[in-house]
């Protein structure tokens, strides 16, 4: 009988040989560049994105969207965003991650299956013109489901990195094989991933902060309102390097726990 780790010795994901979309981590990152916007979202609704055990952390739910274009990366050039909002789990803080699109097949495919990461496809661009940044991404493409602007407009560093500097958590989900009854897998993750500023021609640090405006339009399959700003708390550009590891803890195995 063949053992379980002739599976990784031939083929680290899904499907099964030659075919696999992705290898195993770390994946490295190279000149990307992301947009942050931090701000107080209107509320009502979050908690029906939550598992079990996890509760918004604030009373005025602080969350982020990140905006990124990645030239390099170990799954080719792509798009992607994400939409975290800061949670308590067992007393401990976390950015969890609601919700996150790609228009890299080999991105989404990772993304779910090695940390539980809610990504699906999407149509989305980053560029720069006339002193302003704007991401658009669009699903389906004649809905433009999110657009995010940005203008610099300070040197000085944002106060509200540390406030969102914490590991990210993860639900990685995986149904039961019949399609019936409790799922085979449900695991929180937690995940840090280092990033190294790339330098300026000047030799300063590739992060300039500035304003940003976040428009969602919201659908059945896609539901922003819960996510829709109220307050706006800081933003900032970065250009930077990174080697993305798998997750570093399994925080709570519902299966095991239960």
């Not at 190279?30 to 931090?38: C, D, F, G, L, M």
């Not at 067992?90 to 080999?106: I, L």
């Not at 897998?185 to 300039?208: C, H």
């Not at 339009?217 to 798998?246: H, R």
Request: proline fraction near 7%; include cysteine; charged fraction near 20%.
């Amino acid at each position: 009988m063949t053992g379980i780790a002739q599976f990784s010795k031939f083929s680290f994901s899904q499907p099964y040989g030659p075919g696999q979309l992705y290898g195993a981590p770390p994946y490295s990152y190279r000149n990307a560049q992301s947009i942050t916007a931090v701000f107080t979202a209107e509320g009502t609704g979050i908690g029906d994105f939550l598992p079990p055990g996890v509760k918004v952390a604030d009373p005025e739910p602080l969350a982020l969207v990140t905006v990124s274009h990645y030239p390099q990366t170990a799954f080719g050039s792509y798009n992607e965003f994400w939409l975290y909002v800061r949670v308590e789990f067992n007393g401990e803080r976390f950015m969890y991650c609601v919700a996150m699109y790609a228009d890299s097949e080999k991105a989404t495919a990772a993304g779910r299956e090695l940390w539980g990461f809610p990504k699906k496809m999407a149509q989305m661009s980053l560029r720069q013109e006339g002193g302003q940044w704007t991401f658009r991404a669009a699903r389906p493409a004649d809905n433009c489901m999110l657009t995010l602007t940005f203008i610099e407009d300070s040197a000085q560093e944002s106060g509200m990195r540390g406030e969102i500097s914490l590991p990210t958590l993860s639900l990685r989900l995986i149904p039961h094989f019949t399609g019936e009854g409790e799922p085979d897998i449900a695991q929180l993750l937690a995940t840090d991933n280092k990033k190294t500023l790339r330098q300026s021609a000047l030799g300063t640090d590739e992060r300039r902060c500035g304003r940003a405006h976040i428009s969602w339009i919201s659908t059945v399959a896609d539901p922003f309102e819960p996510f829709v700003p109220k307050k706006m708390l800081g933003a900032w550009f970065s250009n930077y390097d990174t080697d993305v590891p798998g997750a570093y803890a399994l925080v709570h195995d519902y299966k095991r726990k239960a």
